[in-house]
């Protein structure tokens, strides 16, 4: 028999029951589905990750007070960082195009009847450009207001909206711990960023944030929470790396352990993408597990299908089918079932990581090495396990078949 006739007769086995071929058919469709839209869904993630890392601003490199083993030690951070030395980076450094230095807290924010917990940061007016944010109304922070600790205020987009809907708020004054403020402008719209919502926030002098809102907490000057520094371009990332360390090394008198870590995008990219990538893994495996259910669920309903079959099998070796033939014909209804498993569940988990990126940030990532392998490897199961059923069958005496039907 060739293998058009033995084709055709699995697939007319298979039709005839055409719920207990479906069902089978379910553990690979899960499969399928689930090893793709778990791939996508992480490469999306890694692709959202990079652009709001990109968002951050071009060429950006960032300090932060504290080693890294020293953060892990203790939940305060520590006071090691201040103004000086933002002053001394761009002052010394030549690989260094700009500096922002910058100190954060969250305090409650109120205007009329309405407020808010947000994030306050004490800015320069470096932060515009390091940072790569933009003016959407008004003014932002300038040298006067740090020199005078003016009680300004520029607003995040989001904080704008939800105090003043379409109000113009420039001139309006908000109250931040009980301090008012006036506001001088509204940012654009900048996104999220890991979670955060970068326009939920409230930006003041930096001076102004240390002498009325949060005090002095270091004996060597004003303390910030992290400077952000942009590299002159992306080649002088490392030589502004190397000369940053050594100037803070320098200025903090350190003969050991550093005080302070210094990230560029790039080492923080590469640790969200190994995190990212290692989920991602462990997921799709997870999901592949269900691949291997399917193909045990296959090789139960083909050894079945033999012992319902006995008769069958019996009658064609009877008038002269080979072994070979009774075997390929199991082994074909085999590899349909897992094959068709593997296309539907392919369709299946691709609608899912669409809608999963309609309905969040993540991007719909569909890879077509992830679609073939998750395809080839669900053929690939059919043909393993339903290699035991399928020699069964061929085994078979025919004598013993006819006599036993």
Known sequence: ???G?????????LTANKL?????????IIGNASVIAMIGIGQGAQKLASEQFESLGPNVLFVSPGSGQARQRTNNLPRTLVWDDAKAIAEQLPAVGGVSAQKNAQFP????????SSLIVGATPEFLTVRSFDVAKGRFISDIDLKRNQRVVTLGADLATRFF????????????RNVSFKIVGVLQAKGSFL?????DAAYIPLTTMSSTLTGRSSLYGLDLSFISISAKDEASIPAAEFQLTNLLRRRHKIVSEDDFTVQTQKDILQIVGTITSGLTAMLAAIAGVSLLVGGIGIMNIMLVSVTERT??????????ASGNDILMQFMIEAVILSAAGGLIGTIVGVGGVVIVAAFSPLQAIVSPVAIVLAVSVSGSIGLAFGVIPARQ?????????LRSA
Do not use: H
């Open 1 to 3: 028999m060739d293998f």
């Open 5 to 13: 006739e033995s084709l055709k007769m699995a697939a007319k086995t």
């Open 20 to 28: 207990r071929s479906s069902l089978t058919m379910l553990g690979m």
């Open 109 to 116: 924010v109120v205007y009329g009847n309405r407020n808010s």
């Open 165 to 176: 809907a379409d109000k113009n708020p420039i001139g309006e004054e908000i109250r931040i």
């Open 195 to 199: 979670g955060s919502n970068q326009d």
């Open 311 to 320: 008769s069958e099998i019996g009658l064609r070796k009877a008038i002269g």
């Open 393 to 401: 069958a061929a085994k078979l005496d025919p004598i013993v078949a």
